[in-house]
């Protein structure tokens, strides 16, 4: 199966059904229950896009350069930026598209949450604590050369600066509004996961044995490619929620006081 081969049939398919019902729903004036609505989630979806091209793209040049992760060059146009195909850049696109139209479809369907919003800053400082000391846990990993987790040090290297600002803005904020982000995220990471079973299968790209765990999904899907479709999900589902949730702008105020608060005091 060629890689756009794969992204018509496993990507632009659920997203073209998406899309049909996102405009029926906007037809019916159907509207997210706690969320901003219209414009604004196309603006927040665009935003994700632009985030996802530019962060990932010096991650997964690393680990095309590095051996990690490789394609294989008879299923792919022939197209490479850096050391990635344009496939691969495709699907930076298409993944967050369809990550973020599933939000969508779950937010103009779920009840807002039953009980009023609380701000709490214990579990935001918990949140932030709990992803710095994974960060540098895996991080030694990963300086230190452990070939068998050089794939999933990596990932978290990579990813987990990313959702320390997320969690450090608004960890209560998610957990307010923990039924959508749960499913937000779990049902694009098993879709996805269970996707990259079938490119394996059919060597669209391939994993490297000896820089992964070996822990492996029905005999072929690695931990680490697990991992990663959950952990972008996340990046995607946390900023969705943090970017419309009608709490957000009280939080940015909050924030802005303080700012202003210290900037004050140590001017002075």
Do not use: C
Request: hydrophobic share 55%.
């Amino acid at each position: 199966m060629t890689y756009f081969g794969f992204l018509f049939r496993f990507l632009f398919t659920p997203i073209v059904f998406l899309l049909l019902i996102t405009l029926r729903d906007n037809g019916k004036n159907k509207l997210n229950l706690g969320f901003q609505n219209g414009r604004a989630v196309w603006v927040a979806i665009l935003i994700h896009v632009v985030l996802a091209v530019v962060y990932t793209t010096p991650w997964d040049n690393y680990l095309v350069a590095t051996g990690v992760w490789y394609y294989n060059p008879s299923l792919v146009t022939g197209l490479v930026l850096g050391y990635v195909p344009i496939e691969e850049y495709t699907f930076f696109v298409v993944e967050t598209i369809l990550s973020g139209l599933w939000w969508w479809f779950l937010a103009r369907r779920l009840a807002a949450p039953a009980q009023e919003f609380m701000p709490n800053q214990k579990i935001r400082v918990i949140a932030a604590s709990l992803l710095i000391t994974t960060w540098i846990i895996f991080t030694i990993i990963f300086f230190n050369g452990a070939d068998p987790l050089t794939y999933l040090s990596i990932t978290l290297f990579w990813a987990l600066p990313a959702i320390l600002p997320q969690v450090i803005y608004g960890a209560d904020i998610l957990w307010h509004h923990r039924k959508l982000v749960t499913l937000g995220i779990l049902i694009p990471g098993i879709y996805l996961s269970l996707m990259d079973i079938v490119a394996l299968s059919e060597t669209t790209w391939s994993i490297s044995k000896g820089q992964t765990t070996g822990i492996l999904y029905f005999g072929i899907l690695p931990l680490e490619e697990v991992v990663f479709f959950f952990i972008t999900n996340i990046l995607i589902v946390f900023g969705m929620t943090l970017l419309l949730a009608n709490e957000s702008p009280g939080r940015l105020k909050e924030l802005q006081a303080v700012y202003k608060k210290w900037t004050g005091q140590k001017g002075s």
